[in-house]
């Protein structure tokens, strides 16, 4: 089994040592790739903005996409609904809206980012975010009410996936521009590098497509239009759209909102991952770690050595078990020793544990302590005080020790 384990172990880094390998050969092609393709975009941004808008356009800044390497596949064109006037796609890269208005005449409002020539050059259609999301609403909603106007294509998901995974929760926002919406499945391939990086800018993103050999929009279907139904909230309508694409995509529906995925990527960003020695980790299905059960062995021996140091002529196994009950070091030193003076003072009458063992502490210390009683106490409540006087006494010594062998102040101990 162990064998059979560290093979397992071994596959990850193999692969990884062969991607890496592979994108080193191919490095020099893809620097080369590059510089071509940032001459060329430039070409192909130049007769975007010369050309009007028409099939033609489309037509002719596809086909020089596809030198920059963004292939454009569709499934079922004929599947549009020209009577459609909003759009609903899946977010899986910074240029899906581009790719979209590729294949017909849409626009995209932008409400963060860069405003003025960026956000036009990029082909968004700029929306002041400042006038708050209700009024950006009503302004939408006019749009889509005009004759004449190209669809709107939107992302409820409002960020960014790899695509493989699931799907963020669909804002409800956008489904109350209009009572139809067609919804659009896209999927999007590329070798060696990831489709998204967190925290990465357009313009990363876009070296990085221009790096690889190609990246595969792929457009699978032109879904049915989908009609909000009487008496059904924004958030129920958008709630069936994110389960029809999802459906559609072979992807998980999830709950996990944009300002999920920003707090994690806020909270990968600031932790450290600390590893103690001797415990092993394994992944598991989000990514997270989990520690292995020789963790707690480790600390339960950890914490059984500190007491069997206060305390050594205790079993460890005595110490381990109360150790596993209380699971701290001065609680379980206070019950070994109450249990020990109780039983002590019940067989004899003094304290066989403070008049025997307190010599061989004193021994190696220059604290001593004397807990023996001078006299056996005549009635039940003298014995009682006796015996709490003692173990009082008994737990200031073991705590005096402590410290005293682990250097620590006394404030410290506290």
Known sequence: NRTRGKKKDLCIPRNNAVILLLLLIYFPVGICLTLIRIFVGVHVFLVSCALPESFVRRFIVRIMCSVLGMHVRQRNPRSRDKNTKLFICNHVTEFDHN??????????????????FVCWARGFMEVHSASGHGAIGESLQRYCATEGTAP?????????TNGRAGLLKFSSWPFSLTESIQPVALRVSRPFISLSTPESSWLTELLWTFFVPCTVYHVRYWLPSVSRQEGESTQEFANKVQEVLAGELGLVSTKITKADKAEHIKRKRHTVPQTP?????????????????????????????????????????????????????????????????????EATGTSTFGASRTSSYSSGS?????????????SPADRHLSLQERKEALYNFARRRYIEKHGLDHEDSH
């Open 366 to 378: 220059a604290t001593t302590l004397k807990s023996a009683a001078k006299t056996f106490g005549k």
């Open 99 to 116: 790719i979209i208005n590729l294949l017909t005449a849409c626009n995209t409002p932008q409400f963060e980012g860069s405003t003025g």
């Open 277 to 345: 020695p001797n415990v092993t980790s394994r992944p598991i299905g989000l990514g997270f770690m989990v520690q292995s059960l020789g963790t707690d062995d480790h600390r339960l021996d950890k914490m059984a050595q500190q007491v069997k140091d206060v305390l050594p002529h205790v079993p460890l196994s005595v110490i381990k078990k109360d150790l596993a009950k209380t699971d701290c070091v001065d609680t379980t030193i206070t019950n070994l020793l109450e249990n020990k003076e109780e039983a002590g003072f």
């Open 152 to 160: 709107l294509l939107l992302f409820p998901e409002e960020d960014t």
